[in-house]
C-alpha cells in the first residue's frame, strides 16, 4: 500500500522566517493534495499539483511537485501567525476515482 | 450548503452502544468519503460513495461499522458496539466528480469518545 512521509513532524518558527515541508511517497504520484488543519477543525484545501514539474502559489505558500523523486514541498514566505496550524498532504492511490492516502502531517508553530 | 456539514459535532457515548454520523455533502458533489483520524494513526480511509455505484469499502475495520448514502446526498456512518478503540474523529468529504483531478473538501468532524 501506499505511505507518505512528511518531514518535519513538528516546526517551530519565528515570525517572518521561510520554511519548507516535505512529503515523500513511496508509489508514483498521481496527484497530490495540500491541506491545512486548525485544532478541532477539518482539514481546509490548499493546493493540488497533478503533473511533474507542476508549481503552484496562494499568497505566501508554494507548493511543487517533483515526480520521479515522488516528492512534493510546500514552502511558506515570510510565516505569520496565522499560518500556525498542521499540513497534511494526500495522495491518490490510482489514476481513477480514488480516496486519499495522507501523511501523519506537519505541526507548524509560528512565534512572535 | 457551501460547505461539507457534519452532526454531531461531538459524541461521547458508552461503550457497547451503536452510534450514527451524518454527512451532507457540497450541494452537486456525487462522491463522498468517510475517513478516520486518530492520534497516531494520522488519517484512514474507511468508505467512499460515488453516484449510483456500489460503494468502496474497503477501509473500514470491522462488520461493526457500516454506511449508506440516501438519494445520492446524506450520508449515514454507523458504529455498532461501540468500543474504546473507536474513539477518533470522523471527517466526511466530497468531491464534484471524485475523479483525481477533483479537490476534496471536508467537514468539520464529529469527536467520537467512547467511555
Known amino acids: 500500500s501506499q505511505e507518505l512521509e512528511q518531514s518535519p513532524q513538528s516546526l517551530i518558527v519565528q515570525e517572518g522566517k521561510n520554511l519548507t515541508i516535505n512529503c515523500t511517497s513511496s508509489?508514483?504520484?498521481?496527484?497530490l493534495y495540500w491541506y491545512k488543519q486548525k485544532y478541532g477543525e477539518g482539514l481546509i484545501f490548499l493546493m493540488m499539483l497533478q503533473k511533474g514539474g507542476e508549481e503552484k502559489s496562494h499568497e505566501k505558500i508554494t507548493a511543487k511537485l517533483d515526480e520521479k523523486k515522488q516528492q512534493s514541498s510546500l514552502h511558506i514566505t515570510a510565516s505569520q501567525p496565522s499560518h500556525a496550524g498542521i499540513y497534511l498532504c494526500g495522495a491518490a492511490t490510482n489514476s481513477g476515482n480514488t480516496p486519499l492516502v495522507f501523511g501523519k502531517g506537519t505541526r507548524l508553530s509560528v512565534i512572535a | 450548503g457551501a460547505g461539507v456539514s457534519q452532526s454531531p459535532s461531538n459524541k461521547v457515548t458508552e461503550k457497547g452502544k451503536d452510534v450514527e454520523l451524518r454527512c451532507d455533502p457540497i450541494s452537486g458533489h456525487t462522491a463522498l468519503y468517510w475517513y478516520r483520524q486518530s492520534l497516531g494513526q494520522g488519517l484512514e480511509f474507511l468508505i467512499y460513495?460515488?453516484?449510483?455505484?456500489?460503494?468502496?469499502k474497503s477501509g473500514l475495520p470491522s462488520d461493526r461499522f457500516s454506511a449508506e448514502r440516501t438519494g445520492g446526498s446524506v450520508s449515514t456512518l454507523t458504529i455498532q458496539r461501540t468500543q474504546q478503540e473507536d474513539s477518533a474523529v470522523y471527517l466526511c468529504?466530497?468531491?464534484?466528480?471524485?475523479?483525481?483531478?477533483?479537490?476534496?473538501?471536508f467537514g468539520d468532524g464529529t469527536r467520537l469518545s467512547i467511555l
Open positions: 468529504a466530497s468531491s464534484y466528480t471524485g475523479g483525481r483531478n477533483q479537490p476534496q473538501h
Open positions: 460513495f460515488q453516484g449510483n455505484s456500489a460503494p468502496d
Open positions: 508509489k508514483t504520484l498521481y496527484g
